[in-house]
């Protein structure tokens, strides 16, 4: 097993036990991203849909310092402590994925870091 921490200043640093992502061979797991302003490591101004896009720019950098980009996600999910932001996630994600898109899981949760609405975290499988 090819086992390489990926790690980026152009997304948040960790703030905890964990690597930014880890690639095993061609896959690369991702952290659960918030959103996190890289250069402060304060969460982002704005609405809700700021903080969506904030997260998937988070996610992008990750996945470009692996090698990849966002068409390379296979699996993502999205952890909301308000579910009506649905609509929102699935609006703005087509800003950043084309068909065909990739698995995905929408989970309601009461809480998350940083008192934030949303975090995702993807998996990727990059090219040989």
Do not use: W
Not at 72 to 93: E, G, K, P, W
Not at 102 to 112: E, F, I, M
Request: hydrophobic share 45%; net charge negative; glycine share 6%.
């Amino acid at each position: 097993m090819n086992r390489t921490i990926i790690n980026t200043s152009n997304a948040p640093q960790a703030i905890g036990t964990y690597s930014q992502a880890v690639k095993v061979d061609n896959t690369v797991y991702i952290s659960g991203q918030i959103p996190l302003i890289p250069e402060t490591m304060t969460v982002c101004e704005g609405d809700m849909a700021a903080h969506i896009r904030q997260v998937f720019e988070n996610l992008k950098a990750i996945a470009q310092a692996a090698g990849g980009d966002l068409s390379d996600v296979v699996r993502l999910t999205v952890y909301l402590t308000d579910l009506s932001h649905f609509a929102l996630v699935n609006q703005i994600m087509a800003d950043y994925f084309q068909p065909p898109y990739p698995a995905r899981a929408a989970l309601g949760v009461a809480a998350l870091p940083k008192g934030v609405g949303v975090e995702m975290d993807a998996i990727l499988v990059l090219a040989d």
